[in-house]
């Protein structure tokens, strides 16, 4: 029984570490699958006000930071690193935004998620390390399936909205990467971000937008599943995820978002775009298994 013990013991300090130093648990990935959730209820709310996207993305502040301060009670912290990502956070969702009213829905969600190959564009340069071949497998997988996924409303008409989409991801992925360093704290880069947000919408509006109560809604709605839940979780799930993974999972956003616009608005979901969304969820999924398989190991 004691060696038993022992051997549990010492096999259990085994995974324990490698789960450390590779960044990888069922509770890091449960956080990220809810992340995406909340994310994906976003274009819910968005058609729900009438406000500009910076004013949207201002109101909405008001509501994540108190909510968020009060549900999570963490103390903030205030260092380069939690304002560098605090940064890339704020110019993410306002390049997103900004997307979103120059080219279509479909293309500035494609091309934000190219934020998976600028993390690992990052992590080449940070470590001097090429990706694994698995890494680069799974995106092509993952990205065939994206571009199945909307094969009927893809368009590249739009340059400059696409061109503000591929910033988008950069800064998302640059968003994913810094928040595992050692240094950073992702709820407080969440907070600045929306502390930027707010800020920037002061000095542009000199003062609060025009508000009309019917965009009450949308605001609180958003302010509180997207921005203030989705922003926990998301701090909590990648604390103990590493980048590349988090980001992937993430990526359920992008099939989730649809779902609801099927289920509540009735759009149409075609059976090539069927297929495209079981490649997406099973190139996460197969991401997951061979994270899992080497914990096991």
């Not at 013991?9 to 324990?16: A, L, M, Q, V």
């Not at 409303?153 to 640059?174: D, E, P, R």
Request: with cysteine; net charge positive; glycine share 8%.
């Amino acid at each position: 029984m004691c060696c038993c013990a022992g051997a549990y013991s010492f096999n259990h300090r085994i995974i324990s570490g490698w789960i450390m130093e590779n960044k990888i648990s069922t509770k890091g990935v449960f956080f990220l699958l809810m992340t995406a959730f909340c994310w994906s209820l976003a274009g819910l709310f968005i058609r729900a006000s009438h406000l500009s996207g910076l004013g949207f993305s201002m109101m909405s502040s008001i509501v994540a930071i108190p909510l968020s301060m009060i549900i999570h009670h963490k103390k903030l912290v205030f260092n380069k690193m939690t304002v560098t990502v605090g940064v890339f956070q704020f110019l993410m969702s306002l390049t997103f935004i900004y997307a979103n009213k120059l080219t279509s829905v479909a293309n500035a969600i494609v091309l934000q998620y190219s934020s998976t190959i600028f993390v690992l564009i990052y992590q080449s340069i940070d470590l001097r390390k090429l990706p694994t071949k698995r890494q680069m497998g799974i995106i092509v997988i993952v990205f065939i399936g994206m571009a199945l996924f909307f094969a009927d409303t893809l368009s590249f008409s739009h340059l400059l909205g696409n061109i503000l989409a591929i910033i988008s991801g950069a800064c998302f992925g640059m968003q994913f990467y810094l928040n595992n360093k050692e240094e950073a704290e992702a709820f407080s880069s969440t907070i600045f971000a929306y502390m930027f947000s707010l800020t920037v919408g002061l000095i542009v509006f000199r003062g609060l937008p025009h508000f009309h109560i019917t965009d009450a809604f949308g605001v609180c709605g958003y302010g509180f599943f997207p921005m203030c839940l989705g922003g926990i979780f998301l701090a909590l799930g990648i604390s103990c995820t590493e980048a590349f993974t988090a980001n992937l999972i993430c990526m359920l956003e992008v099939i989730l978002a649809p779902l609801w616009a099927f289920i509540f608005f009735h759009e149409t979901i075609s059976g090539i775009s069927l297929l495209g969304a079981g490649m997406v969820v099973g190139g996460i999924i197969l991401n997951l298994v061979l994270d899992f398989k080497k914990v096991a190991i």
